[in-house]
């Protein structure tokens, strides 16, 4: 399973970008898809997740200015971010909770995609 996630970019603040993460290979299911970053010097947190039932899950941070979906038939999950501040830079991580065609379990992270947000 490969996940390609592309989007990040340069925004002063208060402006907007989306992400996109695009699943491929040996998919069962996909369980679960998400968002994580990590700012420099910082761990990595969660940005927010979405089940293959569409129920989602946001950090306090991003509640109310970004919104996650994804798109079933194409196997990708999106992040669109609004309202965005410095304090959202870091490299974006797309991730995916899959089942494969053997019904192996596993967790895949995409390359990341870096989001900056300065004036």
């Known amino acids: 399973v490969q996940l390609q996630a592309s989007g990040g970019g340069l925004v002063q603040p208060g402006g907007s970008l989306r992400l996109s993460c695009a699943a491929s290979?040996?998919?069962?299911?996909?369980?679960?898809m998400g968002w994580y970053r990590q700012a420099p010097g910082k761990q990595r947190e969660l940005v927010a997740t979405?089940?293959?039932?569409?129920?989602?899950v946001y950090a306090d941070s991003v509640k109310g200015r970004f919104t996650i979906s994804r798109d079933n038939a194409k196997n990708t999950v999106y992040l669109q971010m609004n309202s965005l501040r410095p304090e959202d830079t870091a490299v974006y991580y797309c991730?995916?909770?899959?089942?494969?065609?053997?019904?192996?379990?596993?967790?895949?992270w995409g390359q990341g995609t870096l989001v900056t947000v300065s004036s």
């Open positions: 979405i089940t293959s039932s569409s129920n989602t």
């Open positions: 290979g040996s998919i069962f299911n996909l369980i679960n």
């Open positions: 991730h995916a909770a899959v089942t494969d065609r053997t019904l192996r379990f596993g967790n895949y």
